[in-house]
């Protein structure tokens, strides 16, 4: 398991096992008093993503004799959104987040003749529509932890997929669709919510756009989004 995915899975752990015994006592929650009577608010979010693809391999790459690995190499990138927040009571939120998200991704291919190698650069500007539903713990001197889950619809606007110029690349999808999970923590201050969060996503479908005039994509059966997001939200 990859090391940063080994980490958050742990981290998420722990919060889900402490996040209903946080604590019981409303004492020092003097700011989370005067939004706790908001049925919804809004905020923007700034963030930090790190992404990469799940790359599986096809019958061909096996039979092929000029590509001997195929990997995918993660790019950076940051997003910029708006939150839309809505209560259903006092630990359920409905969450969208219309986000612009800009990343970086990157498949490399090993070629068996004198070990080159060489790549394909896959830059993304996202138009993302995520859909969360979130829990949080009882509240503790203007603090609480919650987990969040929920699907993203992704629409790649840069997209290179469609180009002319572009015919001898692998080619992926526009459209993408992802589930979500992640954890983090609100902090209640005297004008607005701060909510640090860590964000893992999984697209559902294959984006890759076959061609099997290309052998760089005979030797991808399925390409899968991965991706994970460092978000600092400011809501009030």
């Known amino acids: 398991m990859n090391p940063s995915l080994r980490n958050f899975a742990l981290f998420f752990l722990f919060i889900t096992f402490t996040i209903n015994s946080f604590g019981q006592s409303a004492k020092g929650n003097y700011n989370f008093l005067d939004f706790s009577q908001k049925p919804y608010y809004f905020g923007i979010t700034l963030a930090y993503n790190s992404s990469n693809f799940k790359i599986f391999q096809s019958r061909e790459f096996v039979l092929n004799d000029s590509?001997?690995?195929?990997?995918?190499?993660?790019?950076p990138g940051f997003n910029l959104g708006i939150v839309t927040n809505l209560k259903i009571g006092d630990h359920f939120d409905i969450r969208f987040l219309p986000t612009l998200s800009f990343?970086?991704?990157?498949?490399?291919y090993g070629a068996t003749r004198r070990n080159k190698?060489?790549?394909?650069?896959?830059e993304s500007v996202?138009?993302?529509?995520p859909f969360h539903a979130r829990y949080k713990s009882v509240p503790y001197r203007d603090m609480r932890l919650f987990v969040i889950t929920g699907v993203k619809y992704s629409f790649d606007v840069a997209s290179d997929s469609r180009s002319r110029n572009a015919e001898d690349l692998v080619k992926i999808a526009q459209n993408d669709f992802a589930f979500e999970?992640?954890?983090?923590?609100?902090?209640?201050l005297p004008y607005f919510i701060f909510s640090p969060e860590l964000k893992f996503s999984h697209g559902l479908n294959n984006i890759l756009l076959f061609d099997e005039n290309l052998e760089e994509s005979n030797v991808i059966e399925k390409v899968l989004s991965r991706g994970f997001t460092i978000s600092l939200h400011f809501e009030g």
Do not use: D
């Not at 195929?70 to 790019?75: D, N, P, Q, R």
């Open 103 to 108: 990343a970086e991704r990157n498949i490399n």
């Open 67 to 75: 590509i001997a690995k195929v990997e995918s190499l993660t790019g």
């Open 126 to 129: 996202f138009v993302e529509m």
């Open 181 to 188: 999970i992640g954890v983090g923590v609100q902090f209640f």
């Open 117 to 122: 190698r060489f790549s394909r650069r896959v």
